[in-house]
C-alpha cells in the first residue's frame, strides 16, 4: 500500500492544497487507487489518510474468510433473529456443509459446488432434505453478499436445486376417529 500526503500547486478558492493519494488492492487482490479531495492542512490530509487506512482493513479483511468462519458468523448474527427450532435446524445441516468448510469464499467457483453437490447426493437423505440444506447453503451466500460484500454472482446463477425422479413420494397415513380406537387399542 503506498500512501501520500502532496502539497497541490493548485490550491482551491478557500486555499486547501493537501491531498492523500493512496494505491492498494481491493479484496479480490485487484488495484485500486484512491484519490482524495484537497485539505487546508496537512494535519486533515493525515487525519483523513488514517480513516480511509481503517476503511480499506475493513473492506479487505475479508480475503481469508472460510465458508466455516462464515456459517459461524451467520448463525450467531441469526441467534437473536430467528425461532430455536430454526436454528436447530442449522446446526443440524451443519455438518452437510463440511466439505466447504475449509474454502476461502472469495475462491468459491462452480467446482466446489458441483463436488459437494455429489457428496450430498451419495447420502442416505430424501431430496426435500437435499433441498433444505441447499436452501441453508444459498442463505449463508446471501448473508455473505449483505454484510461482507463477497460476490457469488458466478456461481450463485448456476446453482440448481436436487431432484431426484425415481423417489416416491410418501404419501400420508389418514385414521378416521371411529378407527382410531381400533388401531390404538
Do not use: C
Request: charged letters at 30%.
Amino acid at each position: 500500500m503506498a500512501i501520500r500526503q502532496v502539497k497541490s500547486k493548485y490550491a482551491t478558492k478557500d486555499g486547501r492544497t493537501w491531498v492523500v493519494d493512496i494505491t492498494y488492492r481491493d479484496y479480490l487482490g485487484r488495484p485500486r487507487r484512491y484519490h482524495s479531495k484537497k485539505f487546508a492542512t496537512r494535519r486533515d490530509a493525515k487525519d483523513h489518510e488514517a480513516e480511509y487506512k481503517v476503511n480499506i482493513k475493513n473492506m479487505t479483511e475479508f480475503t481469508n474468510l472460510t465458508f466455516k468462519q462464515l456459517i459461524n458468523k451467520h448463525y450467531k448474527y441469526q441467534q437473536d433473529k430467528a425461532k430455536s427450532t430454526t436454528l436447530y435446524n442449522y446446526r443440524n445441516m451443519m455438518p452437510y456443509l463440511e466439505p466447504l468448510f475449509n474454502i476461502k469464499v472469495e475462491s468459491f467457483n462452480i467446482k466446489h459446488f458441483e463436488s459437494w453437490r455429489q457428496y450430498i447426493n451419495e447420502k442416505k437423505i430424501s431430496t426435500r432434505y437435499k433441498n433444505g440444506v441447499y436452501k441453508y447453503l444459498k442463505a449463508i451466500m446471501n448473508f455473505g453478499t449483505k454484510w461482507y460484500d463477497l460476490n457469488f454472482v458466478k456461481v450463485y446463477n448456476k446453482m440448481t436445486n436436487f431432484t431426484n425422479p425415481n423417489e416416491r413420494k410418501k404419501e400420508m397415513f389418514f385414521i378416521l376417529q371411529k378407527n382410531f380406537k381400533s388401531f390404538y387399542l
